[in-house]
Structures are given as C-alpha cells and as structure tokens.
C-alpha cells in the first residue's frame, strides 16, 4: 500500500529563493517611470488644523503634486472590521488630527530624497488640543473627546445584562488590576506599495498594485470601494512579504492615498515606508487594562469569573476594540470549568496610533489575564499550580464543550499537553533547585511559570478557494486564495496534492496571492490557511483524482474502484503491475475529450472555529540586585490537531514563542501624557535579538478536529497565546517566596527590581483598584438577532 507523505518533515520547498537573495518584495520590483510618495505626519496627538501651506513643497525640485484633504477627495476608512462608523479615518486628514503620525499630506515627486525634502516643505498651522492617552482618563467623564459628535471616547461597549454575582459562593476571591500593554507589530519589511495605471504585459486593467499585504482579496476590495474603480479593472499582486502579524490585514488609508495619485497623474506611484513612520503609522496590537477577580472554593474548585475590560481602539476606533470585544470574550473560560463569567468591555478611543491585529488578536489577552489569576489563586490557597488547574480542566469525553459564555469547543485532551511539558522540563527537579537557591539566600532566584491555554483559529472566515490542474506534461499546479508570508504555503498544498495524486513535489507549482489569476480569497490571518484553505486544496485534488480515476478505468476497461494511485505516482489497476497509465498519459487523452484534468471549487468548514490548545512551562533566573531576568529555558507543548509537516508546525512555535516570550519581558509601546510616541525606534522599542531568547523546546500532541477532513487546527498564533503567561508567572513565581504577588508586564529589570525593594521595605500594595463607575452605566449585551449574520467569531 502507498505511504503517506503527510506527517514526515518535508524541507520548505519556497526556501530557495529567499536564502538566495532572489526574493521578489515590492521595494524590489522594477517599476519605470515610477513617481515616489512621501507623507506629511502629524507631529501633534490631537490638534485642530489651521491651515496647510504647500506652496513651497509646490515648488521644490523634482516635486510633482501635493495632495491635501482639499485637493485629493477621498471617502473616509473603517477598516475591515468597522467597530464604529461614525469614527471612520479620512486618508488625508480633515479639520483635524487625532493621534502623532495622522497624515496631514503626501508629496509627490520624481525621487524619494525629492519627495521627503519637499515634504519638510509644507507649513501646517497645529491648534493643540488636550490629548488623552491613558485608558481609564479615556473613558472618564469630561475626557477630551476625539469625536466630540460621539459625547464620549468609547467608541462601542457591552456590560454583562442582569444582577448575578458570579463569585456568589465562593470561599475565596482573588483580585488583580493588571494591563495587557501595547505593542508594536514591527514586521522586517515595513508597509510597501506600488500603483501602475493600466495593466501589466498587455492586460486590460485600469490599475494594477502591487502591495505587501496578508490578503490580496480583502485589500482589493478595500481599493476598489475607495477609489472607484469597478473590481475586474484593478489587479492586486502580492508578491514575497516580509512579516505580517496582523498588522497587514486589509488596507490602511496611505494606500488609498497612493492609488489615487497613481490614477490622478497617469504615473506609477511607489511609498515604502520608512522604519520611523512605521512604528508611529502601522496599526499596533494588544493595549488592554483588565480587572480579575476569580472566585473559588476552598478545595480549589472555580466557581465563577468577573471581568471588566477596557479595550484600545487608539485613535479612529482601530478594530483591536471589536477583538476585546469579541475574542477576549470568547476565550475568557480558557481550558476550565468556570460556571460562571461576567464579562463588561469599553472600547476606548485615545489619541495614539490606531490599533488592530497583533499574532493571536485577542486571544493572548484572555490567556494572560486568565493564567495570572490562577496562579495567584494557588498562592492564595495554598495549592500547587499545575495541580489547581488539573482540578478544573475540561476533561476529554466533554467534547464538544460550550463554556459560560457560549464558546463551543470542538474537541480536547488539556491534560495531555501539560503532562508532556512537565516530563519534559523535570518538573519535580525544578522545584527542588528553586527550593534550595530559596534556602541558600543566592542573589539569583530561579521562577517556573506554567500556563495552559485554548485559543480560537479560522473564526469567522470559514470558506476558501482552490484549484487543482494536471497538464499535459503531468504537471500539477494549485491556486489558493490564502496568501503566505513566511508560513509555509507551497511546502504544505503541495504535499497535500503530492500525497492525494502521487505528482512529485517538484511537479507541483504554486499560485496565490495574484486578483488576475486567483479569482477570491480569504486570505492569511486568524490561523486559519491549513485548516481551511488547505482544506479546499484537498477537496480539489479529490476531485481531480476521482476524474483521472474514471477515465483510467475506462482507458483500462476496469472499474473505478479498482484504479489507485501506485508507489511510483501512476494510476493503475489493483494486483495488475503492468495495467497503468501515468498523468501525462491521463492528461492528454482527458485534453483530447474535452475534459481536461481540473477542478475549482469553494470549500466550507461547516463546523465552524477549531480550538489549538496547550501547554507551556517557562524557567527564569531572576537577579535580586539588579531585577533582570534571564529566561533560561521554555517549552511548549501545543496541539493544533492532525500535523502534516511537524518541520513547519516547529517553525510556528518558535515564531509564536519569540513575540510571546518578548512580551513578557521587553516589548512595549509607550506614549507620554501628551500623546508623544517615546519608543519609536529599534533603539528604544526593544525587540529581542536570538541571543536575548532561551533554547526552545518544542513537542506536540495531536488531537484532530471533527469539521474538517484533515483534523487540522490553526498554528501560527497558539505559541504566542501560551508563551506569555508562562514567562510572567514564571519571573513573579521566582520573587513569590519575598512577598511579590504580581508585576505588569513587560517584566523589565527596572520593574522587577522595584517590586523586590517594595517586598524588602515593607511597602508593596496590593495589585488590585476597583474598576471605574463608569462600566456601570455601560449598554447592557443583547443576544444577537437570529435574522442578521453573525458577528466575526460567534
């Protein structure tokens, strides 16, 4: 019988050209003639405009146009998921600026070093406004307003209907305010766009693009609504991408901007954005204050969960509010029996950068407030953290499970995952080095932090296209609407139809990510490309393979269930060596009947979301003098479902891992009071380096989804989602014997070693505020209408 090629490590095969040097990114791409593009930002948070002198910019060398809100009219933005429209963003600012890096202007000019020194140019007269950048002052009663029309800064809210206490009957309640902090998504190549007028090698197009983008579809839809041009006239291509995270979902307002002055000279026009505009323009992630209170008995058992959250849209209601919302809602029952959630969240404008998507959108947010609190309810009771959690895991024959709030979980063994992590890392040995560093006094203390986690994948974007062709050499080429940038799509759907047709690896060849040659999509994000888009590209093959396997019968007079794919990538006749034909063969007597060997279809995981989950252990070494810490080692044992390349799922992990882990200890984007960004550059927005990283050990269980015929579950985000939590357990955890109960993250030397002198004088306080009054007058939550769609996620 023919073995799978599904499960083994297969090598990358899109790797060569990238290690190379011959990748292809849009600041590559030759583009004759091209104008380039330079942005006039605000250098003010929040500031009614004057007036904008351009007549010098007008002037200066090289300069082509200068487009103001004036002189280039185009319809405001919402953002692929409009949270609310009232607070939609115009591409070039109007009356007003509302966080620093709004775009007031864009230069155009036959340089780039033309178009930013003509952009120095242009004089804008700043009315200051009091800017608000704190989350609880955002939503406090005579805040400055950034939409004065709205009559306050929350943009969109829900407070938990009713009068049930869910900590009635607990024995215990422990509390903690804590934050979630901001963070910048920070890709290597930061946004990138080229616009031609007309198409390209004598195709009919008004306009052509080439972006880099996590969806070519979604941002294509989003030009065509802004600036008018009917959806078959313009192209959209992306070519290679140099990091995404969600922070390339959709289309940000300079992109409109550089379309339309493309259209309106008759000229390529090309921006790339520089590393400064980019920490200050790209939309950022997370940015959450939380306030926890888990009620338990005293056994340990959860008897209910209160949350109130303020989400940070920034500035022009940034979707990351609907992520609040939405998945920090969804996922707030983790992997536990809690029969009981209260859940009340304000999205708050602030006059900061808009925020959006950051790798695990909400999710990592949960998980961190979540595993927090457990493990200072261990403390609290008593109790072991690994074994309180056991006591209130979902067990594997609950499945599906629906949690409190109404998430239905597919399928799960949270067990199974810890377990593995705990042999790995020598659980028991661990402790017993913590004890006796404890008993010597050393100055280096050692933390273990565990966290078990569930996340969602693929919510809300539950359909993709595929196609599968053979040609007349054997050949096989897959399109699909997802869109790969850095994950591992050639590698993957081709295994997927090399496994299905037999066609070797070096036969198949990939297309994606082309409006002209892939007709829809739903692109990357949401970890949703195997499990759906690779999905499709089975389905595809299936039906591929059923077409060659009807005519091979009749070519072979046999019947069609007596036709398989042999050893050697033929199709034959079962116990007949020499009856077979091969897919060249197949192909032309198919081309010759008119029906050649293809197929395109739209595949629909009916089930819904699938739910990776796992487990994460993390060692530190902290040093009380100084409060640095020293990851040591980390270990994530996740499970995302049936594998089919472990070498790609590894890949994810240490990815997730890396911003996971930086989180915790290093990565923050801060602004001062009045709104001005204070760690805009690679010098201050500390991002780790691989020495900075402790050695990764990775593992996996499998526990395959019932919705689709992989099993496959979503990656790219869950070891983001588990590695925080642990880490920031892991540094209190290594300070909890002096009295340290909790520190915000990032855990920075500064941080922790405040909290030791704290613990050492006497003076800590406790780690928790009454949420504002203000959560109290919020909407109540109303059940959705069975008559109108549901939103992304439900």
Request: net charge negative.
């Given at each position: 019988m023919r073995g799978s090629i599904l499960g083994t490590e297969v090598r990358r095969v899109e790797d060569s050209d990238l290690v190379r040097g011959q990748g292809t990114y849009v600041d590559n791409l030759d583009a004759p003639g091209a104008l380039h593009l330079s942005f006039v930002r605000s250098p003010v948070a929040h500031a009614r405009i004057e007036s904008v002198d351009v007549s010098q910019a007008r002037s200066a060398p090289g300069v082509r146009a200068v487009y103001t809100s004036e002189s280039l009219s185009l319809p405001p933005q919402v953002g692929p998921i409009p949270l609310n429209a009232g607070c939609a963003r115009p591409p070039l600012a109007v009356g007003k600026v509302r966080f620093v890096g709004d775009v007031v202007a864009a230069v155009i000019a036959d340089t780039k070093a033309q178009a930013q020194d003509a952009a120095e140019l242009v004089v804008i007269d700043y009315d200051p406004l009091d800017a608000v950048v704190d989350l609880e002052a955002a939503i406090a009663p005579g805040a400055a307003l950034q939409f004065e029309e709205l009559g306050s800064n929350i943009a969109a809210a829900e407070r938990e209907p009713g009068e049930d206490d869910p900590l009635e009957g607990a024995d215990v309640v422990v509390r903690l305010t804590m934050r979630n902090q901001r963070l910048a998504a920070m890709p290597?190549?930061?946004?990138?766009?080229?616009?031609?007028?007309?198409?390209?090698?004598?195709?009919?197009?008004?306009?052509?693009?080439?972006?880099?983008?996590?969806?070519?579809?979604?941002?294509?839809?989003?030009?065509?609504?802004?600036?008018?041009?009917?959806?078959?006239?313009?192209?959209?291509?992306?070519?290679?991408?140099?990091?995404?995270?969600?922070?390339?979902?959709?289309?940000?307002?300079?992109?409109?901007?550089?379309?339309?002055?493309?259209?309106?000279?008759?000229?390529?026009?090309?921006?790339?954005?520089?590393?400064?505009?980019?920490?200050?323009?790209?939309?950022?992630?997370?940015?959450?204050?939380?306030?926890?209170?888990?009620?338990?008995?005293?056994?340990?058992?959860?008897?209910?969960?209160?949350?109130?959250?303020?989400?940070?849209?920034?500035?022009?209601?940034?979707?990351?509010?609907?992520?609040?919302?939405?998945?920090?809602?969804?996922?707030?029952?983790?992997?536990?029996?809690?029969?009981?959630?209260?859940?009340?969240?304000?999205?708050?404008?602030?006059?900061?950068?808009?925020?959006?998507?950051?790798?695990?959108?909400?999710?990592?947010?949960?998980?961190?407030?979540?595993?927090?609190?457990?493990?200072?309810?261990?403390?609290?009771?008593?109790?072991?953290?690994?074994?309180?959690?056991?006591?209130?895991?979902?067990?594997?024959?609950?499945?599906?499970?629906?949690t409190a709030v109404g998430t239905e979980y597919d399928s799960g063994d949270y067990d199974a995952p810890l377990r593995k992590a705990l042999e790995l890392a020598g659980y028991e040995q661990l402790r017993a080095e913590q004890r006796e560093r404890r008993d010597r006094g050393d100055a280096t203390q050692l933390g273990i932090g565990v966290a078990a986690y569930v996340e969602v994948t693929g919510a809300g974007n539950f359909?993709?296209?595929?196609?599968?062709?053979?040609?007349?050499?054997?050949?096989?080429?897959?399109?699909?609407?997802?869109?790969?940038?850095?994950?591992?799509?050639?590698?993957?759907?081709?295994?997927?139809?090399?496994?299905?047709?037999?066609?070797?690896?070096?036969?198949?060849?990939?297309?994606?990510a082309d409006t002209a040659t892939v007709p829809r999509g739903g692109g990357t994000m949401g970890s949703r490309s195997l499990q759906i888009g690779g999905n499709a590209v089975n389905q595809a093959a299936e039906v591929v393979l059923l077409s060659a396997r009807e005519l091979a019968a009749d070519l072979l007079e046999a019947g069609v269930d007596d036709i398989e794919v042999t050893d050697d990538g033929a199709l034959g006749v079962v116990g007949v060596p020499d009856r077979r034909l091969r897919w060249p063969e197949l192909s032309r007597a198919a081309q010759q009947r008119g029906t050649p060997l293809a197929a395109e279809l739209d595949w629909e995981q009916e089930g819904g979301s699938t739910y990776p989950f796992g487990a994460h252990l993390s060692v530190v070494e902290v040093d009380t003098d100084t409060g640095k810490v020293v990851p040591v080692k980390h270990y994530a044992v996740d499970d995302c479902g049936r594998i089919l390349n472990p070498m790609l799922v590894a890949g994810q992990q240490h990815g997730g891992l890396a911003q996971g882990i930086s989180q915790a200890l290093w990565e923050h984007f801060i602004y001062d009071e009045d709104g001005n960004p204070l760690t805009a550059s690679l010098t201050d927005y500390t991002i780790p380096t691989a020495v900075e990283l402790p050695w990764f050990d990775v593992a996996n269980t499998e526990t395959p989804t019932p919705y689709n015929p992989l099993g496959a579950k979503g990656i790219g985000e869950s070891a983001t989602v588990g590695s925080t939590p642990a880490v920031h357990n892991a540094v209190v955890d290594a300070l909890s014997h002096l009295g340290v109960r909790h520190i915000d993250i990032p855990c920075t030397p500064q941080a922790v070693w405040r909290a030791i002198r704290q613990a050492q004088t006497g003076t800590l306080t406790e780690p928790w505020r009454d949420p504002p009054a203000v959560f109290a007058t919020l909407p109540e939550r109303t059940a959705p209408d069975p008559d109108e769609d549901e939103p992304l996620g439900a």
């Open positions: 290597m190549e930061p946004h990138a766009m080229v616009a031609r007028p007309g198409g390209l090698d004598g195709a009919d197009h008004d306009a052509t693009v080439h972006v880099s983008t996590q969806s070519v579809h979604g941002f294509h839809q989003a030009m065509y609504d802004a600036c008018g041009i009917a959806p078959e006239r313009l192209r959209v291509v992306s070519p290679h991408v140099g990091g995404g995270f969600g922070a390339k979902i959709g289309s940000q307002p300079e992109h409109v901007v550089v379309l339309a002055a493309a259209l309106e000279l008759g000229r390529p026009v090309k921006w790339v954005e520089t590393r400064s505009e980019n920490a200050v323009g790209m939309v950022q992630g997370r940015g959450q204050q939380e306030w926890v209170e888990l009620g338990l008995r005293e056994d340990g058992t959860f008897v209910g969960l209160r949350l109130h959250v303020i989400a940070d849209c920034g500035a022009y209601a940034g979707f990351n509010g609907f992520l609040g919302m939405v998945f920090t809602r969804m996922m707030a029952a983790g992997v536990y029996h809690i029969p009981k959630i209260s859940y009340t969240v304000a999205a708050a404008l602030t006059n900061t950068t808009p925020m959006a998507a950051l790798r695990g959108a909400g999710r990592p947010e949960a998980a961190e407030l979540l595993e927090r609190i457990i493990d200072m309810a261990g403390v609290e009771l008593g109790i072991d953290p690994v074994e309180l959690r056991r006591r209130n895991f979902i067990q594997p024959d609950e499945f599906p499970y629906t359909t993709e296209y595929a196609s599968v062709d053979v040609d007349a050499e054997g050949n096989a080429t897959v399109k699909v609407g997802t869109s790969s940038h850095g994950q591992g799509h050639a590698t993957a759907f081709s295994m997927i139809v090399s496994d299905k047709l037999g066609v070797p690896l070096e036969n198949i060849r990939f297309v994606q």
